[in-house]
């Protein structure tokens, strides 16, 4: 009897012993997989993170692109808005339309503005004097030496030369034809005076001087640097100035 009690006592023991041993194990392999999950959900969180990271970053990149594009696209807009400006500014300005004449002044004052002419007109009977004179075709010119002589047909060169020597335009009485201004000259005080100088407007004077392309051959120095009044009108053409 005592035999039989100590086997149940030892069975029960092994059976203990053996639930325990498979509790520890359940609680073993309980935990195990706890800290498994739990590192999964970590990883899955990280990874997660990450891939909102990596979005804002691509987001943030794709609006700074965008941003970056703008100012090239207004700018490229400008330029094309600025081309059809100019190919309509073109259309508008191109030959073909006609442009209102400027109205001729009939002030002396209008004719020291209007300035024309310029510098040698030739023809086919130019003489050697006026080919071998300076040609001064605007008021920025100036002799090369003293005594050189001159030439132009600039209404500003010659009005200045003849302000300098206090000379007025003029003609000659009696040359006129048809009423019309012909010989054309200066009454300078004290130089080539004569009762038959007879003096008119600037306006007819370049009129006239205009008319027949006449040129002014004259001197602004003596050799001796002294003022010189030398002056004389010659055609192109052959007819007398």
Do not use: C
Request: no cysteine; proline share 3%.
């Amino acid at each position: 009897m005592k035999k039989a009690a100590a086997k149940r006592t030892t069975a029960a023991k092994k059976t203990t012993a053996a639930k325990r041993t498979t509790a520890a194990k359940k609680t073993a392999a309980a935990k195990k997989t706890t800290a498994a999950k739990r590192t999964t959900a970590a990883k899955r969180t990280t990874a997660a993170k990450k891939t909102t990271a990596a979005k804002k970053t691509t987001a943030a990149k794709k609006t700074t692109a965008g941003k970056r594009a703008a100012p090239a696209r207004k700018t490229v807009a400008a330029t094309k808005a600025a081309a059809t400006r100019r190919s309509v500014t073109a259309r508008k300005t191109a030959p073909g339309k006609k442009t209102a004449p400027a109205r001729k002044s009939t002030s002396r004052s209008g004719t020291a503005a209007k300035a024309t002419g310029g510098g040698l007109r030739t023809g086919r009977s130019t003489s050697r004097s006026a080919r071998s004179s300076q040609v001064i075709s605007s008021l920025a010119d100036r002799p090369e030496r003293p005594g050189r002589s001159l030439v132009t047909s600039n209404h500003e060169v010659i009005m200045r030369w003849a302000r300098e020597r206090g000379a007025k335009p003029a003609t000659i009485a009696g040359t006129e034809r048809a009423d019309r201004v012909s010989v054309l000259t200066f009454n300078i005080p004290g130089y080539r005076e004569s009762s038959r100088i007879r003096e008119i407007t600037w306006d007819d004077w370049f009129h006239t001087f205009d008319l027949r392309r006449l040129n002014l051959i004259y001197q602004e120095q003596m050799r001796d640097g002294r003022q010189s009044n030398f002056f004389r009108t010659e055609s192109p053409d052959r007819e007398d100035g």
